[in-house]
């Protein structure tokens, strides 16, 4: 496992801001409201997970913003992590959202003609938030932009972490003091 950075969010938002930046595009950044100090993660995969979600996001969506919020719930032995992304883009139908999934499917022909992409991302993205335990999910309607949702299932620090003692197969994220700064709120 590689190492998880605190930073983890914005530093992946930071990837895309370019990008939505030469489209007029606000890309916000909104910060997980307190949180637990330590996370066992991988850090490779919660990265490709964002840079799939944002960046489908910034591709569809022509003017507005794309805003990504994070919040983490403990629950018994473990943490949800929960990112969401919304864009004001093009938006999706019933149908679109149904086949949006499956490996090399895209909302229709014409999104794939318009703005390109295999479509692999969603499917990857999927699969590795359910082998963090979680899911991914899409609420969106045609003309309104869309809001992604995945929520991943790490373990909870055990007291040997807390205590700044990582088990040798466990990499973690460490928070600051202050929540802005672990994922902070920023407008690019």
Same mark, same amino acid.
């Given at each position: 496992?590689?190492?998880?950075?605190?930073?983890? %969010?914005?530093?992946?938002?930071?990837?895309? !801001?370019?990008?939505? @930046?030469?489209?007029?595009?606000?890309?916000? %950044?909104?910060?997980?409201?307190? /949180?637990?100090?330590?996370?066992?993660?991988?850090?490779?995969?919660?990265?490709?997970?964002?840079?799939?979600?944002?960046?489908?996001?910034? $591709?569809?969506?022509?003017?507005?913003?794309?805003?990504?919020?994070?919040? #983490?719930?403990?629950?018994?032995?473990?943490?949800? %992590?929960?990112?969401? %992304?919304?864009? #004001?883009?093009?938006?999706?139908?019933?149908?679109?959202?149904? @086949?949006?999934?499956? =490996?090399?499917?895209?909302?229709?022909?014409?999104?794939?003609?318009?703005?390109?992409?295999? /479509? *692999?991302? *969603?499917?990857? #993205?999927? @699969?590795? !938030?359910? *082998?963090? /335990?979680?899911?991914?999910?899409?609420?969106?309607?045609?003309? *309104?932009?869309?809001?992604?949702?995945? #929520?991943?299932?790490? =373990?909870?620090?055990?007291?040997?972490?807390?205590?700044? $003692? +990582?088990? +040798?197969?466990?990499?973690? !994220?460490?928070?600051?003091?202050? +929540?802005?700064?672990?994922?902070? @709120?920023?407008?690019?």
């Amino acid at each position: 496992m590689s190492q998880l950075h605190p930073e983890l %969010v914005s530093a992946t938002a930071d990837t895309l !801001a370019v990008a939505a @930046r030469a489209k007029g595009l606000r890309l916000v %950044v909104e910060p997980a409201p307190g /949180g637990p100090d330590l996370l066992p993660g991988d850090a490779v995969r919660v990265r490709q997970i964002l840079l799939n979600l944002l960046g489908n996001a910034v $591709k569809v969506t022509e003017a507005g913003e794309v805003r990504i919020a994070a919040a #983490t719930r403990a629950e018994a032995e473990q943490v949800a %992590v929960t990112l969401t %992304v919304t864009d #004001t883009g093009i938006g999706m139908t019933e149908t679109a959202m149904a @086949r949006l999934f499956r =490996p090399f499917a895209q909302a229709d022909s014409s999104t794939t003609r318009r703005y390109g992409g295999s /479509g *692999l991302g *969603l499917s990857i #993205t999927r @699969r590795l !938030a359910e *082998l963090m /335990g979680g899911s991914v999910t899409v609420e969106s309607a045609p003309g *309104l932009g869309s809001r992604f949702t995945a #929520t991943l299932r790490l =373990p909870a620090a055990t007291e040997a972490i807390a205590a700044g $003692k +990582p088990a +040798p197969t466990t990499t973690m !994220a460490r928070s600051f003091p202050d +929540p802005a700064c672990w994922w902070p @709120r920023t407008t690019r």
